[in-house]
């Protein structure tokens, strides 16, 4: 026996790794529903399988798994496996098994946001990390590793639906806290270590962790005020870059980050009034110029929505004037073959000419379907130009509430100019007497140069900041323009597109027809 045993191990060391190639991966599907469907699973499309059991495979490596995109259960237990990998494109997983393998570190499971169940168990993981984007997980078994931190346990309070959690045969369940930590922090816990909670022990646990749980609640609710802040000001930016307006609202700010010759502007109090009278102008400009191109952005949607109503609504029509033809001929098919097998029996001149009424029947239906279709093409031009009309009369609008605001922009930017080339004047008058007093040694050496200062910094200025406004009115028209021919051409090629599919399906049909009077 021990020498049976020493030949058996022995062949266990030898065996060659596997390599996950498509004979196993057929070989490891699982099917449920008899002995029928399993029979039938080498011929199931990757891309169908739900299941997928490579356990005890000696696998050192995760790989070829990438047709299996609606793969649900995953199971890669009892391998030689080190590193998590090659899973990103596994989003609809739900189950994955990777227990008694050699993993030492949680990794390249981002992608995996639908688990609900991961087992990790019987491997060398030391930190709880790299699980942080599955928020749907419900059970985590981690037990036989290597973790050894208690404050790393309390992470696991950000899954809002776990309720199984199994972490035996860790160091860190020699820690007196492990089991109050776990009860106190993880609120809808229900099993630990395969226990069933006992409700006086979590009790037990809530009080001893109280101002840790209650610094949690406050810690928690200002994490929830930042994110739902965070969460209006992308739905914001996103509305605004759907009307057409992107970076507007920061214009006035981005010129002022983005101007480095201004910034010399800063280094003395006399031109700061200008600027607080430029930023409320800009203010009251950019609320009037963000209720109008909303509007406008509103009514460009209500006419999509308008005409996909006419439009569909047509197709509709036609759809079922269609039918009606294809059932009255189904019909008068139905009826001729009837006649054709009556017992008393049909003459081959009556036969004949049955079939003949029949086929000209089926030609006369070929012929009125393609006129309605004609018929119907040409409305639908009709609708399309309307809504080219309708819609480039509101792109019109649009071009001119942009063009009107960005005109008060440049009017405000030469104004808050002529007022900072006054006071440059008056201060470098008041510096070259001697009456300006104070001032630091940087203030001093953009004084000491007249002409670098009104040209460079107060020229340079007004320059850059004209080019800003400049290529934003540029940036805004390309983008309108683009918007609407990008909406016209997809609404002609998707008409185009019906067309033609509905002139293939009638001429496929009515060549099915006449092959099935062959038959009669």
Known sequence: RSREGMANRKAIEVTEPEVIDIPLLEECIIVTGGEKMAQESKFLPFKQVGWLKLSFKNIVRIENLVGFTGLEKLQLDNNHIRRIENLDHL??????????NQISEIQGLDQLTKLTDLCLTHNQIKKLEG?????????????NNEISLTEELQTLRIFPKLRVVNFQNNPVCKDPEYQPVLLAFLKHLK????????????????????????????????????KKREQEIAATNKLYQQANMPGVEMLFKTMQAEDMEGEKLKLFPEFQDPLDDFADDFKDAWESFKVNMLDLYHKKQDEKNKFGRNYYGAIEAVDQKSKKMISDHKLLKKRTKQKLEQTCGVSPDERKELLAELRGRTDELKQHLLELEMFQVEQYEDLIMQFEDKFGSIR??????????????RDMQNVYFEKIQERARDLLTKYAAGEVLNLADEAQQVLADKDAFMTGVVTGSHEFKISKIDGKDEEIGKRENANYTETVDKILAEEKERSRTRTDDVLAMVEFMHREIDTL
């Open 396 to 409: 019109s609008k649009t071009l001119d509430e942009a063009r009107v605001f960005f005109e008060k922009m």
């Open 91 to 100: 989003t609809n997983l739900t189950w994955l098994d990777l227990s008694f």
């Open 131 to 143: 699980i942080s984007t599955l928020q749907d997980l419900e059970i985590f078994s981690c037990a």
């Open 191 to 226: 099993y630990l270590d395969f226990r069933l909670v006992d409700d006086d022990k979590v009790a037990s646990a809530k009080e001893q962790y109280f101002s840790d749980l209650q610094q949690l609640m406050i810690d928690d609710a200002q994490e929830a005020q930042v």
